[in-house]
Nanobody, 121 residues
């Protein structure tokens, strides 16, 4: 069974930084696109960034220049390095991935459970 587990969330002061990780485990054959989303209370879920297996990236305008997405294919892990955090970055951050398992099953936008990021003084 495939599983995505996020870690690295927490409380940080404005202007601070955090690094989120999302590790995929289980009978994985290949991971294609990996994405970070966030959802703040009372707001719609927002795509923060995505990265392809070849390393191409895209970012939401609200995080460009402050967040960096990266991945370690050997570890089946995607990272989100966040700098210059603002109170409006407060949200539950979740990852998802398009992947296939060793049994040939394809998963589209398979989700982790999320990790809370709170930016507050």
């Amino acid at each position: 069974q495939v599983q995505l587990v996020e870690s690295g969330g927490g409380l940080v002061q404005p202007g601070g930084s955090l690094r989120l990780s999302c590790a995929a485990s289980g009978s994985i054959f290949r991971i294609y696109v990996m994405r970070w989303y966030r959802q703040a209370p009372g707001k719609q879920r927002e795509l923060v960034a995505n990265i392809t297996s070849g390393g191409s990236t895209n970012y939401a305008d609200s995080v460009k220049g402050r967040f960096t997405i990266s991945r370690d294919n050997a570890k089946n892990t995607v990272y989100l390095q966040m700098y210059s955090l603002k109170p409006e970055d407060t949200a539950v951050y979740s990852c998802n991935a398009d992947l296939s398992d060793r049994g040939g099953k394809y998963y589209y936008k398979y989700w982790g459970r999320g990790t809370q990021v709170t930016v507050s003084s």
